[in-house]
């Protein structure tokens, strides 16, 4: 339950101090007198995202601090389980910065937003009049439903194998359609695999075949130029070989008496050796073994086929269109892979599948069994809001499919009339009765599944006399089992209270402030009067609220 709650620096509230207690308290005041400001201000150290202009003075930060009384209702293990010091009495804190940052703390140990959210919805249970309009849902009903059953560890554990079998059915689908897409376009890529395989390309090829043709073509007058040249220099009569032995013997001969004639001669025989190698080498290309014509066709069509490709796919040699080939086998293993992939997916799907049924069968049962007793609670309960022809009926329908909650569908039929047909409530409950509705729902709730607190916002819309006294009598039985408080605008409430806080406006020469104040005795009588019948309550008024007041006392 809530101890305490400190506001300083939020909207209007400058520095707030409010102390609460356990049964029913009630927070009344005039229209904009800052109510949904407190309720604002607790959502913050509850896990809600803040927006910097809530800050009255920018320059200052903001601080709301709660301290929750948490002993009994099992909450240890979320605090082990978040490594957070356990303590009965725990504080909440929530800091914005003149940054525009947020800080969140739990007993002074940072904490995340979501770990702020996730302990503050064990602790308090906001009820406005939205959720009261919520109450239509199918989802909704159905959580109600669960949490009348108690079965909140069963739905957790539903909720996890749910999440786990959406993304595997999502990542199935991902698998199927790419394989769908990849079949499309298999016999494609095999076939161009296929023919670079069979083509046993070696790089350099196209290159080294051309220079093989380009010989081959002119294999004739290449023949002709060799024949000519070896036959000049060594194998005619008078060739050059021997007519330069003619001259260096002549010149060696004359060189004994003109010495400038045997250095010539020196000169020609390193010549002639040259020329011989060279003859050597001519010799040897002449005589070395020629392509057979024959392989011309074959070696062309090579060419041709290298060629064909290269265009066909874009390459600029051999190396491109192997790596095109290396590319083309990777992605047909792939395709393997993701088969592969696909059948593991397909049997954790099963298993996840077969666990989830199992599961929404067990949710099946608790709802089933309790279904009847929450129809009956629920309808005795608006009978005593003024209903006392009203049928109420859940029905539980089948879906074809698992979903988000299990495998059905809740449906709360109600008929506020004695010979009509119940319906769905969106189609017969007026807003007034849909509030007695959820309200009785979270009576019968709360006598089964004890949360520490719980804040009614205004849901008594469209209730008033008679109504309006039973409202405030259930209200305070809640709170006889968990803390309540009730914001409210009718006067049969807020004298159920055992404690009573007025909320109202003040303003000096430069700004306006929030107050709340604690009523005591003739003050909240006073006030109750004021409910009844204006700023300045009659004697009669002032009497009635008397009456509330000891009338609730007596009805305790």
Excluded at 361 to 367: A, N
Aim: with cysteine; net charge negative; aromatic share 6%.
């Amino acid at each position: 339950m809530i101890r305490s709650l400190d506001i300083r620096n939020y909207v209007l509230i400058e520095n707030l101090h409010l102390g609460f207690g356990p049964g029913l308290s009630v927070i009344t005041g005039e229209t904009g007198a800052g109510k949904s400001i407190l309720l604002g201000a607790l959502s913050l150290i509850l896990g809600q995202r803040a927006s910097f202009e809530v800050m009255r003075d920018p320059g200052t930060k903001c601080v709301i601090e709660g301290t929750f009384g948490i002993a009994g209702y099992g909450l240890e293990a979320f605090f082990e389980a978040n490594g957070l010091d356990y303590a009965e009495e725990t504080i909440l804190r929530r800091e914005i910065l003149p940054s525009g940052k947020s800080r969140a703390f739990i007993n002074d140990s940072p904490v995340t937003l979501q770990q702020m959210k996730d302990l503050g919805e064990q602790l308090v249970d906001i009820h406005s009049q939205h959720r009261t309009l919520a109450l239509n849902a199918a989802d909704v009903q159905l959580t109600l439903l669960d949490e009348y059953a108690g079965q909140e560890d069963l739905v957790q554990g539903y909720a996890q194998t749910w999440e786990r079998y959406r993304k595997l059915t999502g990542n199935l689908e991902l698998l199927r359609q790419e394989e769908i897409r990849f079949a499309q376009e298999r016999d494609y890529h095999q076939f161009l695999f296929d023919e670079l395989q069979s083509a046993a390309l070696q790089e350099g090829e196209s290159e080294e075949l051309g220079h093989e043709l380009a010989r081959m073509r002119h294999a004739e007058s290449l023949q002709q130029a060799l024949f000519f040249s070896v036959n000049a220099l060594v194998e005619a009569d008078g060739n050059i070989d021997q007519q330069l032995r003619d001259v260096i013997h002549r010149l060696n001969e004359a060189g004994k008496h003109l010495p400038d004639a045997g250095e010539l001669a020196g000169r020609l025989e390193s010549l002639r050796i040259e020329a011989r190698d060279a003859s050597d080498e001519l010799v040897r290309l002449r005589d070395m073994a020629w392509p057979d014509p024959s392989l011309l066709a074959g070696y062309e069509e090579r060419l041709d086929l290298i060629y064909r490709l290269l265009r066909k796919h874009g390459a600029a040699d051999e190396h491109a269109l192997l790596e095109l080939m290396e590319n083309l086998g990777r992605l047909l293993a792939e395709g393997s892979d993701r088969q592969q992939e696909m059948r593991l997916l397909e049997k954790e799907l099963k298993q996840t599948e077969e666990l989830l049924l199992l599961q929404a069968d067990g949710l099946h049962k608790g709802r089933e069994a309790h279904q009847a007793e929450l129809s009956a609670h629920l309808l005795s309960i608006i009978q005593r809001l003024g209903m006392p022809e009203a049928s109420f009926e859940i029905k539980l329908e089948a879906l074809d499919h698992p979903g988000p909650q299990g495998t059905e569908r809740a449906r709360f039929l109600f008929n506020a009339n004695r010979g009509g047909k119940a319906a769905e409530l969106s189609h017969v409950a007026s807003g007034g009765e849909r509030s007695r509705l959820m309200l009785a729902i979270k009576s019968c709730i709360t006598q089964r599944n004890v949360l520490p607190t719980i804040i009614f916002d205004e849901i008594d819309t469209g209730v008033s006399g008679e109504m309006a006294q039973k409202t405030g009598q259930i209200m305070a039985e809640m709170g006889q089992r968990l803390q309540v408080i009730a914001i409210t605008h009718l006067p049969q409430i807020a004298a159920r209270g055992e404690k009573h806080y007025l909320v109202f406006k003040e303003t000096d020469e430069q700004s306006t402030y929030t107050r709340v104040h604690a009523l005591q005795s003739e003050d909240r009588t006073l006030e109750i009067a004021r409910m009844l019948s204006g700023d300045r309550p009659s004697d009669a008024a002032l009497q009635t609220a008397r009456e509330l007041m000891v009338g609730s006392r007596t009805t305790k």
